[in-house]
């Protein structure tokens, strides 16, 4: 097994209408960002690394809980998303002092 990270940061914005407080904006489908509001602060970005491999399924769960754990500590606070750590799964969210926000996926796979 192998175990594999995938890091997506989100865009925040500086909201110019509320004290260009930062802020994640949501837009969906056919939705138009309103740049006289909003200016982009921190842009996304994504990648995926492999941080272990060759691993028994009782070596890669336990190295997920670890980065997991590791994985707390990174920001000012998290919210967890999705846990199965016996089962080597683990999805939280991780907010930066910065006003970055991690969105961080860490899994064992075959």
Do not use: C
């Amino acid at each position: 097994m192998k175990v594999d990270i995938y890091d997506q940061y989100s865009n925040i914005y500086a909201d110019a209408q509320n004290n260009d407080t930062l802020t994640e904006v949501i837009l969906h489908y056919r939705d138009v960002l309103d740049t006289s509001r909003y200016t982009l602060v921190h842009s996304s970005s994504a990648i995926t690394k492999t941080v272990g491999e060759n691993l028994t399924k009782e070596q890669a769960a336990d190295l997920v809980t670890n980065l997991y754990v590791e994985s707390q500590a990174l920001g000012a606070k998290y919210d967890d998303k999705l846990l199965n750590l016996n089962n080597g799964y683990a999805e939280l969210i991780v907010y930066f002092d910065d006003g970055k926000v991690l969105n961080r996926v860490i899994y064992a796979t075959d």
